[in-house]
Each structure stands twice: as structure tokens, then as C-alpha cells.
């Protein structure tokens, strides 16, 4: 294919993928597609990622009203994302017509120059057929002369054909460019004609009810884990990162501690954005060394395992000092009930819904994992429930309204394969999977504010989206 056709050929294979993007998205960017109302008992089809799942109503033995409803995943999206979209595929539309305005240009240019030469050769031809009709009166070598100039030339005539093809594919696609730019612009002006400032306070306004909402549901049900979103790349294959799940909206300082002994460099940014750019705006060095990767800050204090004991400590980054320190009674430390990667892992220490919490086993409980709920202010263990499950056989673990998720590996294939309780003190073997894309996972916790997973894999600090099941109270709940 020569080489104006090859430009065509890209060009036309991007209005291809422009059209197919069109045909699936432009109805969700300017409300086409509709959603059906659902009936009894099914759900209503709307994307975790877009909205709230909502399961019709039903009652309860005593005439109570029961909604059940699938909280939506984090949606990392901008304001006005679908105008902008829009935008950008205007300017997109427009690029690709100014470069199609070129393409004419240059092939008019060339078509011009070949139509000359097509004339000159016509008339070459016949006065070379005239030639060779009389060509016994002519000199030997003008004729061969004449021959090869002609033989020079005829390799132009399929070539002419060919920009005579392109140009009228160049009008035809011209016209559609210019088709699909009026829609485009009639779309936007639609758009454009609604109150912007009026549509972010519903938005506004929509948010704070959906908030008021979430406030009414009880603990939810792990269902789904979707992801990872790679924050960072940066620190040793072991570690931690984490912000305060109890901070409020405007706090969104975040922690890092790199690897999982021989440490004690605590190393805080006061937003995300300041941690991806690594812009650190305090260090807090520790009394003590850490053991594993298993610390959570909780309510403005950094809770670790200190390192070759069973030993608790509460540190306040405000005031820069310990403020409780506990042992956790029979707890197996420095490796002996580890997860499966090791890393001194034995305690992991946790906060969700509900509080603060342990996880570690003992020898009384043969090496299976208990799960403790402690007291915030002094570490005292309130609470106490032994599983069944190994410790040394999960991966990683986690606390999502008073149940803990247990995964069955840190490494590739992994899922969370079982969960215990502590509401019912009951245990089931799950199926539950997630993408462990740098195929090691040394840290796994969960936030409740974020209602998201926090992921050390591989030297690499990565964010998983959950969807939980809820079951909305009524004012009859005790």
C-alpha cells in the first residue's frame, strides 16, 4: 500500500475505535441508557462502580420492613468526569479534522501534479505510437531515448489511479468529521444549558444523604475485592503503609514503615499526593524496634508489636512518646506462629467497624489463630475467640466488621478462604479473589473510612476496592 493509503489506514482504524467508543459510552455520558425498575426479589442493575446495588424489599417474620443494599467501591473519579470526557473527545474530533485537513492538502498538492503529468503523458503516448508508426524514418537512437523516457513514466498511471481513489475517500471521510462534530456540539450545548453550579450542589447534596445512609447500615458482609490501584513504588519487598481510619474527612496524613525489623523510622506525609511525591513533613523515631509489618494507627496513635516480644505498644504521634504498653498473654512472637512469609508476622494488630483488635496464636490453642479485641487506651483484652484455622498456614488477614478474612497465601493465586465471626462465633470457608499482581504480599489491612484494603506487595504500596453486603436497620433494631 503506498504510503497515503497507510496514513488513511490509521486514520480511519481510529474513527473505527471512535465509533465503537461512541456507541457504548456517549449514552452513559449524556443519560440515554436507562436503568429498569426492579421487581421483588431481583437485584437492580446497577455497577458497584456507578451506584448502589439495592435488593427489593422484603419482611421479616415480625412484619418488619428489611432493604438490603451492596455498598458501591471507591471511585477514584474527578468532578464533572462526563463533561470532561466529552471535552476531550471534542478536541480529539477536531484534532483528527485539522490532520485530516493536512492529509487533503498534501494529496490535493500531489493529486494536482499528477493530473499535469497525466495530460503529458497522454500526450507522450500518442505521439509516441505516431513515432513508432514512422519509425523506420527515424534515427535508431532517438527512438531508444525516446522509448526509455517513456517507460520512466508509465509507472505513474496505477499511481494516479490511486490518489484518485484516496481523494474521494478524503470527502467522504471529510463529510463524516464533520457530521459527527455537529452531534458533538449539539451534545455539549445540551449539556452546557443546565445550571453547573446548581447540578454540584445536588451532587453535594445527593453525597450528604448517601452519607446519612451509610450512617444507618450496619456491619456489612465481605463480598468482593476489585483492584489493585498502585499508589507508590518504593521502600523494600517488606512493609507498611497506612493512614487513621478514625481521622477525620480533612486528615489525610499517611504512614510508612519500611521493612519489618531493625527499625524504628516512622516517616509521615500529610496527604497522599504528598506521599507519591515522597514530600515528607515529619520523621518520628521510636523507642522500640518493631517486629513485622502488622501496625495500624488508630485514633492519632501508632499501635506495633515490639521487636523479640509479645509486648504491645501504644505510641501518640502528638505527643512523640508511648502512652501503653501490654504483653499479649501466651502470644507465639519472634517467628514461631508467622504468616507464611515470615517476617516475625506472628502478631497483627488491626482496627475496623467495631475497634482494635489482635490476631495471633498460641501454644494452647495448638498454633491456631485467636483473635482478641483489645481495649484502646490500656491494651486490655476484653474479649478472646480461638478458630480453628492455622496460623502459620494464612497469608495475610484482616477485620471487617468484627470478622476476620483470612487469605490462604501471600503469594500468587492467593484469595481469602476463610472467615470467623466474632458476632455469632462461627467460621465458613470462603471463595473470595484478588489480583496479587507483584505476586508477594507482606501487608494486608484493612480501613474502615476508606472501606478499602491497604497492600504492601512487593516493594510496591497498592489499594484494593471491597464491596460489602449491608443490611439497613430500622428504628425496631435494637
Same mark, same amino acid.
Given at each position: ?13 481510529? #474513527? ?27 437485584? =437492580? ?6 451506584? @448502589? ?28 468526569? $462526563? ?16 490532520? &485530516? ?15 499535469? #503529468?497525466?495530460?503529458? #503523458? $497522454? ?5 509516441? /505510437? ?5 519509425? $523506420? =524514418?527515424?534515427?535508431? %537512437?532517438?527512438?531508444?531515448? !525516446? ?26 471521510? $471529510?463529510?463524516?468529521?464533520? *457530521? ?44 468482593? &475485592? ?79 508489636? %515490639?521487636?523479640?516480644?509479645?509486648? &504491645? ?7 512523640? /512518646? ?12 519472634? *517467628? ?10 506472628? &502478631? ?30 490500656? !491494651?486490655?483484652? #476484653?474479649?478472646? @475467640? ?5 496460623? /502459620? ?50 501487608? !494486608?489491612?484493612?480501613?474502615? /473510612? ?5 497492600? @504492601? ?22
Amino acid at each position: 500500500m503506498s504510503p497515503p493509503l497507510l496514513k488513511l489506514g490509521a486514520v480511519l482504524s481510529t #474513527m473505527a475505535m471512535i465509533s465503537n467508543w461512541m456507541s457504548q459510552t456517549l449514552p452513559s455520558l449524556v443519560g440515554l441508557n436507562t436503568t429498569r425498575l426492579s421487581t421483588p426479589d431481583i437485584l =437492580t442493575q446497577i455497577s458497584p462502580k456507578e451506584g @448502589w446495588q439495592v435488593y427489593s424489599s422484603a419482611q421479616d417474620p415480625d412484619g418488619r420492613c428489611i432493604c438490603t443494599v451492596v455498598a458501591p467501591e471507591q471511585n477514584l473519579c474527578s468532578r464533572d468526569a $462526563k463533561s470532561r470526557q466529552l471535552r476531550q473527545l471534542l478536541e480529539k474530533v477536531q484534532n483528527m479534522s485539522q490532520s &485530516i485537513e493536512v492529509l487533503n492538502l498534501r494529496t490535493q498538492r500531489d493529486f494536482q501534479y499528477v493530473l499535469k #503529468m497525466e495530460t503529458q #503523458m $497522454k500526450g507522450l503516448k500518442a505521439k509516441f /505510437r505516431q513515432i513508432e508508426d514512422d519509425r $523506420k =524514418t527515424l534515427m535508431t %537512437k532517438h527512438f531508444q531515448e !525516446l522509448k526509455e523516457k517513456m517507460d520512466e513514466l508509465l509507472p505513474l498511471i496505477p499511481v494516479l489511479e490511486q490518489y484518485k481513489t484516496d481523494a474521494k475517500l478524503i470527502t467522504q471521510f $471529510k463529510e463524516e468529521i464533520r *457530521n459527527l462534530s455537529a452531534v458533538l456540539t449539539g451534545i455539549q450545548e445540551e449539556i452546557g444549558a443546565y445550571d453547573y453550579e446548581e447540578l454540584h450542589q445536588r451532587v453535594l447534596s445527593l453525597e450528604t444523604r448517601l452519607r446519612d445512609c451509610m450512617k444507618k447500615l450496619t456491619c456489612g458482609k465481605l463480598m468482593k &475485592i476489585t483492584g489493585p490501584v498502585t499508589v507508590k513504588t518504593s521502600g523494600t519487598r517488606f512493609g507498611a503503609w497506612m493512614t487513621d481510619p478514625l481521622a477525620s474527612e480533612k486528615n489525610n496524613r499517611v504512614w510508612y514503615m519500611d521493612s519489618y525489623t531493625n527499625n524504628k523510622i516512622v516517616r509521615e506525609y500529610k496527604s497522599i499526593a504528598d506521599f507519591v511525591s515522597g514530600a515528607e513533613s515529619r520523621t518520628y523515631n521510636l523507642p522500640f524496634k518493631w517486629a513485622g509489618t502488622n501496625h495500624v494507627v488508630y485514633n492519632g496513635s501508632l499501635y506495633f508489636n %515490639k521487636y523479640q516480644s509479645n509486648i &504491645i505498644i501504644k505510641y501518640s504521634f502528638d505527643m512523640g /512518646r508511648v502512652l501503653a504498653q501490654r504483653s499479649l498473654e501466651y502470644a507465639g512472637f519472634h *517467628n514461631v506462629y508467622p504468616y507464611t512469609w515470615g517476617g516475625f508476622s506472628d &502478631i497483627d494488630l488491626m482496627a475496623d467497624e467495631i475497634g482494635l483488635w489482635a490476631v495471633y496464636a498460641t501454644n494452647q490453642n495448638a498454633g491456631n489463630i485467636v483473635i482478641s479485641q483489645l481495649n484502646q487506651d490500656t !491494651l486490655e483484652v #476484653m474479649k478472646s @475467640w480461638s478458630t480453628g484455622y492455622p496460623k /502459620r498456614s494464612a497469608g495475610e488477614s484482616f477485620m471487617i466488621c468484627g470478622t476476620l478474612y483470612v487469605t490462604n497465601s501471600h503469594l500468587t493465586g492467593a484469595k481469602v478462604y476463610y472467615s470467623y465471626s466474632t458476632k455469632t462465633s462461627t467460621y465458613e470457608y470462603t471463595d473470595i479473589p484478588f489480583h496479587n499482581q507483584y505476586f508477594h504480599i507482606s501487608m !494486608l489491612d484493612y480501613n474502615a /473510612r476508606d472501606r478499602a484494603l491497604y497492600a @504492601w506487595n512487593n516493594g510496591h504500596q497498592v489499594l484494593f476496592n471491597v464491596t460489602l453486603f449491608h443490611i439497613i436497620k430500622t428504628e425496631d433494631d435494637t
